[in-house]
């Protein structure tokens, strides 16, 4: 069992199982994006996610079918990737600071696999939601040297609409941007719920990576369609 697994169990479940709640979701994306950038060579990925939340603690993991490692010397090609994370949120009225850790597997890709810490705040105002965080990766065995990443979410809910506009913008720089120079990402989009599990969203995703000297295919902007189940 790989180290984060454990901690992730150990961490979400301190007491009584039957006190923990379950979520599920299951989507089919056009291009599975990261902080910008395509990690499924620009075609469709299907991602699945799952978490236990038991009091201020949670557990949880996401899978994408085909995506690649952004770590320096990773296995080419693309493989499955399995997100696993664990820490602990809680919400003080109409802030909800979270903090733990994500580690990111690809099993039986050689020199793919690393974790990261992170830390968010989030707070929301009727429609008006805002999220903010830092993801740190440290230097680790598939890491030269450390990484880090600065981000802010802002979305709207439209009134009398199913509808919710939602943005990102990110900085990036460190070892996971493959020795190019730091990186901005955005994005902004729209998504609506039909029916009462369903979501389809629609968003453009761009950053500022030089097309000529990085990854030229997975560095393009790119209009990004999905339609998700959640439980």
């Known amino acids: 069992?790989?180290?984060?697994?454990?901690?992730?169990?150990?961490?979400?479940?301190?007491?009584?199982?039957?006190?923990?709640?379950?979520?599920?979701?299951?989507?089919?994306?056009?291009?599975?994006?990261?902080?910008?950038?395509?990690?499924?060579n620009r075609k469709p990925a299907f991602e699945a996610s799952g978490q236990v939340v038991q009091g201020d603690w949670f557990a949880g993991i996401d899978a994408t079918s085909n995506a690649r490692s952004r770590a320096p010397d990773a296995a080419p090609g693309r493989h499955a990737e399995f997100d696993i994370s664990s820490g602990w949120s809680h919400s003080f009225g109409v802030l909800t600071p979270s903090a733990g850790v994500i580690g990111y597997v690809y099993p039986g890709a050689r020199g793919s696999d690393y974790f990261e810490a992170f830390g968010a705040l989030a707070g929301s105002l009727g429609p008006f939601g805002l999220t903010g965080g830092v993801n740190y990766a440290p230097a680790q065995g598939n890491l030269p040297r450390d990484n880090v990443y600065v981000y802010l979410t802002p979305s709207v809910g439209i009134p009398l609409t199913p509808l919710t506009v939602r943005a990102t913008v990110g900085y990036e720089a460190g070892a996971l941007q493959g020795g190019s120079r730091a990186k901005v990402d955005y994005a902004i989009g729209v998504e609506a719920k039909v029916l009462k599990f369903v979501t389809v969203a629609t968003r453009w995703s761009a950053n500022t990576l030089d097309t000529h000297a990085y990854d030229r295919r997975a560095a393009r902007d790119a209009a990004v369609v999905s339609v998700g189940v959640s439980f």
């Open 1 to 40: 069992m790989r180290w984060w697994l454990g901690l992730g169990i150990a961490a979400a479940m301190p007491g009584s199982v039957h006190a923990a709640e379950f979520d599920l979701s299951a989507t089919i994306v056009s291009d599975a994006r990261f902080r910008g950038e395509s990690i499924s």
